[in-house]
């Protein structure tokens, strides 16, 4: 198993620019989420998804679009990149939600500028 | 939603025990105790995760207060490779309510090591 994969690794745009950060896990797990980590901080929950077709909002969704079409595949679009989305990005997957471990992807590291 | 407190940094010497503490004063009767840790760049990774009674695995031990106010992660021989940042995270249920429960990270603990 790959488990979970990020693509692109680093990204840099210039503000206004829109992009998508995808994420893919080969384990068939049912819940997805994405959260974003700014220097000397913890991770905060941007969006998740408990399955195909159901997502709901973190702790700081705004400026992020998501959707779940596929159990494997859960992109994160940036609609109009703004230099405070300045951040690492991390996907994680797992079985179920809370009871259950995650699993991190190694993440994308985007600039904008 | 259920808080925990952590201390912002703790050291060790390499191969001694580590206890890294927990205080979670409000949490709930279902609320499950986690424990993940982030190396350097990367992501992070599952460390341990318990209800009530305490619990071990290859990587560490997790000891749970009588009164689950509280719970310490110990790591039984501390390595270089073990320098990180430990989260201590309760689980919070989402707004999609029933089973579905997400994971609020904290600032954490930053262990190191010293040789």
């Known amino acids: 198993n790959a488990g979970v994969t990020q693509t692109p690794k680093f990204q840099v745009l210039k503000t206004g620019q829109s992009m998508t950060l995808q994420c893919a896990q080969d384990?068939?797990?049912?819940?997805m989420s994405w959260y974003r980590q700014d220097p000397g901080m913890g991770l905060r929950l941007i969006h998740y998804?408990?399955?195909?077709?159901?997502?709901d909002q973190g702790e700081v969704p705004n400026g992020y679009n998501v959707s779940r079409s596929t159990t494997e595949d859960f992109p994160l679009r940036l609609l109009s990149a703004a230099p405070s989305q300045t951040s690492v990005y991390f996907c994680?997957?797992?079985?179920?939600?809370?009871?259950?471990?995650?699993?991190f992807g190694p993440g994308t590291r985007l600039t904008v500028t | 939603d259920a808080k925990t407190t952590q201390p912002n940094s703790m050291e060790s010497n390499e191969e001694e025990p580590v206890h890294l503490p927990c205080n979670h004063s409000?949490?709930?009767?279902?609320?499950?105790i986690h424990w993940y840790r982030q190396l350097p760049s990367q992501g992070p990774e599952y460390v341990i995760h318990?209800?009530?009674s305490n619990v071990n695995n290859r990587m560490a031990s997790l000891a749970i207060a009588e009164d689950r106010k509280s719970s310490t992660l110990i790591l039984h021989r501390a390595t270089l490779r073990d320098a990180a940042v430990y989260y201590c995270?309760?689980?919070?249920?989402?707004?999609?309510?029933?089973?579905?429960?997400?994971?609020?990270f904290g600032k954490g603990t930053l262990l190191t090591v010293n040789p």
């Open positions: 409000t949490i709930s009767g279902t609320d499950y």
């Open positions: 995270i309760l689980r919070d249920e989402g707004n999609s309510g029933g089973s579905n429960y997400k994971l609020t």
């Open positions: 994680a997957s797992s079985y179920r939600g809370g009871d259950y471990e995650q699993y």
């Open positions: 998804s408990v399955g195909a077709d159901i997502t």
């Open positions: 384990m068939n797990h049912e819940y």
């Open positions: 318990g209800l009530t």
